[in-house]
């Protein structure tokens, strides 16, 4: 009995050192996770971030898009002196020798915010229903427009990445909460991962990555420690929010009609 425990034990030391070292030989990735805000995109973030190869940024351009558009968000001056306000400078960020995984929120590329980086990353574009996103935006943010929401940027930059010649992934977020190991499963299979049971499951409390914005936005994902029940029936919308939804349904309907 020893002897086999023994020998298992063993073996599982190898396994794991095998694992380590394909690791390291594997070329770091650097995966763009497109995405408008209240769309699962922290917790999107929190899995990536449990996976030993991959550290994480969150939404990079935002201070700049801040200082560049002057638009008054919730804990703007923060924001602004804790963040790069220099796109250029955020690109270089990318520039890593290890896995990256970077939450993007397509509003925040404005016109002359370098794209050259484009090209070397892996792109994926995490998608939700318009209704679900303006019910949640509108509880933190009053009188939201089409442009805060993200979607008709998310699909320009959809339509720029594939007229590039790649392939960009995308994954809807009522899927990944209806089945997360099912769904994450196919996301990794898409992206040229292996699969990594530790996306499932992250410490409550947050991340050491989050953005200063965490304190007004995250207070739910950061109590969890694992992604959301399953979504219910679309909610209901304010009279004066049905036309921002209406808008933005045929940009998540383009990008839906792509979804793993």
Same mark, same amino acid.
């Given at each position: 009995?020893?002897?086999?425990?023994?020998?298992?034990?063993?073996?599982?030391?190898?396994?794991?050192?095998?694992?380590?070292?394909?690791?390291?030989?594997?070329?770091?990735?650097?995966?763009?996770?497109?995405?408008?805000?209240?769309?699962?995109?922290?917790?999107?973030?929190?899995?990536?971030?449990?996976?030993?190869?991959?550290?994480?940024?969150?939404?990079?351009?935002?201070?700049?898009?801040?200082?560049?558009?002057?638009?008054?968000?919730?804990?703007?001056?923060?924001?602004?002196?804790?963040?790069?306000?220099?796109?250029?400078?955020?690109?270089?960020?990318? =520039?890593?020798?290890?896995?990256?995984?970077? /939450?993007?929120? *397509?509003?925040?590329? $404005? !016109?002359?915010? +370098?794209?050259?980086?484009?090209?070397?990353?892996?792109?994926?574009?995490?998608?939700?229903?318009?209704?679900?996103?303006?019910?949640?935006?509108?509880?933190?943010?009053?009188?939201?427009?089409?442009?805060?929401?993200?979607?008709?940027?998310?699909?320009?930059?959809?339509?720029?990445?594939?007229?590039?010649?790649?392939?960009?992934?995308?994954?809807?977020?009522?899927?990944?909460? =209806?089945?997360?190991?099912?769904?994450?499963? /196919?996301?990794? *299979?898409?992206?040229? $991962? !292996?699969?990594? +049971?530790?996306?499932?499951?992250?410490?409550?409390?947050?991340?050491?990555?989050?953005?200063?914005?965490?304190?007004?936005?995250?207070?739910?994902?950061?109590?969890?420690?694992?992604?959301?029940?399953?979504?219910?029936?679309?909610?209901?919308?304010?009279?004066?929010?049905?036309?921002?939804?209406?808008?933005?349904?045929?940009?998540?309907?383009?990008?839906?009609?792509?979804?793993?």
């Amino acid at each position: 009995m020893f002897l086999e425990t023994e020998a298992k034990r063993l073996a599982a030391q190898f396994t794991e050192r095998l694992a380590h070292s394909e690791v390291k030989r594997r070329k770091p990735m650097h995966i763009a996770m497109w995405s408008g805000p209240r769309n699962l995109s922290t917790a999107m973030m929190y899995s990536f971030g449990a996976r030993a190869e991959f550290s994480v940024l969150d939404e990079p351009f935002y201070a700049a898009y801040l200082d560049a558009t002057g638009l008054d968000h919730p804990m703007r001056a923060e924001i602004l002196d804790t963040m790069e306000t220099d796109p250029a400078v955020v690109a270089q960020q990318f =520039q890593t020798k290890h896995s990256l995984y970077t /939450k993007q929120m *397509t509003h925040h590329i $404005l !016109d002359g915010f +370098p794209r050259d980086w484009f090209a070397n990353a892996r792109h994926a574009f995490l998608i939700r229903h318009p209704a679900r996103v303006v019910a949640s935006y509108a509880v933190k943010r009053e009188a939201p427009t089409l442009d805060d929401i993200g979607f008709v940027q998310q699909c320009e930059i959809f339509e720029e990445v594939r007229a590039m010649g790649t392939d960009p992934v995308v994954v809807d977020s009522f899927d990944i909460r =209806q089945d997360p190991e099912a769904t994450l499963r /196919k996301l990794c *299979t898409a992206l040229g $991962l !292996d699969w990594d +049971p530790a996306m499932l499951h992250w410490p409550a409390g947050g991340h050491q990555s989050d953005g200063v914005w965490a304190a007004h936005w995250y207070g739910a994902v950061h109590k969890s420690t694992g992604f959301a029940d399953p979504e219910g029936p679309l909610p209901e919308i304010a009279d004066d929010l049905k036309p921002l939804v209406d808008a933005a349904m045929p940009s998540y309907d383009r990008l839906a009609a792509f979804k793993i």
